[in-house]
């Protein structure tokens, strides 16, 4: 339990996690995790693919009529921005820049315009350094 204000709640324990998509087009989709991006499989089941995602998993399985909110992000970090921006030049919407908080990004869109925002997290950043005394 945790003490938040003058409340006592429950935290839950998350055994796994995972982002799920429901594709417009599963084919197209699909494609453009597994060939366009790279991604590892995971796992296969009929009507779907896990990929491994980092720490985390991609899922692409079931249907859509409609694409994915614009508020939908799925950030992924590379060990070099740069070579990543020659692969996938023709998927680019936003070049690769130093962002206020000190991460170099880059955009690309999946088939249904699903954010996709690659960061490369340079040596000196703090996310790389232990700030604990």
Known sequence: MCAVGWRIITVMEILGARILIRPVDP???LAFYRDVLGLAIAREFPGGTVFFLGGGFLEVSGSATEPASDGVAIWMQVRDLDTVRRDLAGHVVREPRVEPWGLREMWVTDPDGTRIV?????????????TRD
């Open 27 to 29: 084919g197209r989709t």
């Open 118 to 130: 690659l960061v490369q997290v340079p040596p000196d950043h703090p996310i790389r350094r232990d």
